[in-house]
């Protein structure tokens, strides 16, 4: 299939002649009809979000939301604020980020994907109620999974978890990339918190803007697999050793 190349102002024509109205394409890039009307106007190339337009007019639907526009220092630009608003400008959301349709919340459920060289992607479904039974098992599974990953290393093979957390409004988030030793000392020294908000924290720090308090995680993957150790003649194999 031959690559689209589209721009924004192409492809907001195209979804106009397809009968999408002004507001719903405002509405799902989650910005100001004004912006969609500046596109169309060809007052602005509306480049960041020519992936999420396309990806509308293909399929119907869209998955990633374009991000905000962020400042030398790395933090949010304010926009206008609506009219009749206390102030004439607000600081954003953070949009950005890969989005899932599926249902969020309900019941815990987990469930194990075989992969080639021994890689396993544990996917667990978690309550959104923070008192949630459901939760506290989710809890004791990241646990079970990690110790497990910790004692399946051996002197020339070292076990990774690279994580990711689903949140109840739908937003997938990549966290990190841990030793499994290493993520097994950090919850074994939690204190009062729990893994999921020891999760919660780290996703925090890496994304701006996002309010882990009010949005809970609803889902977490943990995928973990082999990788050769490279620093076997600096230092000897440590079970619960650092990263």
């Given at each position: 299939?031959?690559?689209?190349?589209?721009?924004?102002?192409?492809?907001?024509?195209?979804?106009?002649?397809?009968?999408?109205?002004t507001?719903?394409?405002?509405g799902?890039?989650?910005?100001?009809?004004r912006?969609?009307?500046?596109?169309?106007?060809?007052?602005?190339?509306?480049?960041?979000y020519?992936?999420?337009?396309?990806?509308?007019?293909?399929?119907?639907?869209?998955?990633?939301?374009?991000?905000?526009?962020?400042?030398?220092?790395?933090?949010?630009?304010?926009?206008r604020?609506?009219?009749?608003?206390?102030?004439?400008?607000?600081?954003?959301?953070?949009?950005?980020?890969?989005?899932?349709?599926?249902?969020?919340?309900?019941?815990?459920?987990?469930?194990t994907?075989?992969?080639?060289?021994?890689?396993?992607?544990?996917?667990?479904?978690?309550?959104?109620?923070?008192?949630?039974?459901?939760?506290?098992?989710?809890?004791?599974?990241?646990?079970?999974?990690?110790?497990?990953?910790?004692?399946?290393?051996?002197?020339?093979?070292?076990?990774?978890?690279?994580?990711?957390?689903?949140?109840?409004?739908?937003?997938?988030?990549?966290?990190?990339?841990?030793?499994?030793?290493?993520?097994?000392?950090?919850?074994?020294?939690?204190?009062?918190?729990?893994?999921?908000?020891?999760?919660?924290?780290?996703?925090?720090?890496?994304?701006?803007?996002?309010?882990?308090?009010?949005?809970?995680?609803?889902?977490?993957?943990?995928?973990?697999?082999?990788?050769?150790?490279?620093?076997?003649?600096?230092?000897?194999?440590?079970?619960?050793?650092?990263?």
């Amino acid at each position: 299939m031959a690559e689209d190349k589209r721009n924004a102002r192409e492809l907001v024509q195209y979804l106009r002649g397809r009968g999408v109205t002004t507001a719903e394409i405002a509405g799902e890039l989650q910005r100001d009809p004004r912006m969609v009307r500046k596109i169309l106007n060809g007052e602005t190339s509306g480049a960041a979000y020519t992936a999420t337009l396309r990806e509308l007019a293909t399929t119907g639907r869209v998955t990633t939301r374009p991000p905000r526009r962020r400042a030398k220092d790395g933090s949010l630009v304010p926009v206008r604020s609506k009219v009749g608003a206390e102030s004439k400008s607000h600081v954003p959301a953070d949009t950005g980020g890969r989005y899932t349709e599926e249902r969020q919340g309900g019941r815990f459920a987990t469930s194990t994907t075989y992969m080639g060289g021994g890689a396993r992607a544990h996917t667990l479904h978690v309550p959104k109620g923070r008192e949630a039974k459901g939760r506290t098992t989710a809890e004791s599974e990241l646990m079970r999974i990690t110790r497990a990953a910790a004692r399946g290393q051996s002197k020339d093979t070292q076990k990774r978890v690279r994580l990711q957390l689903t949140y109840a409004n739908g937003r997938v988030m990549e966290v990190n990339d841990y030793n499994a030793s290493s993520l097994l000392n950090r919850f074994n020294t939690l204190g009062d918190k729990n893994p999921l908000q020891w999760l919660a924290e780290q996703a925090r720090e890496r994304y701006a803007n996002l309010d882990t308090d009010k949005t809970p995680i609803t889902g977490v993957t943990m995928t973990v697999y082999n990788s050769e150790r490279t620093d076997r003649s600096s230092r000897s194999y440590q079970p619960r050793g650092g990263e």
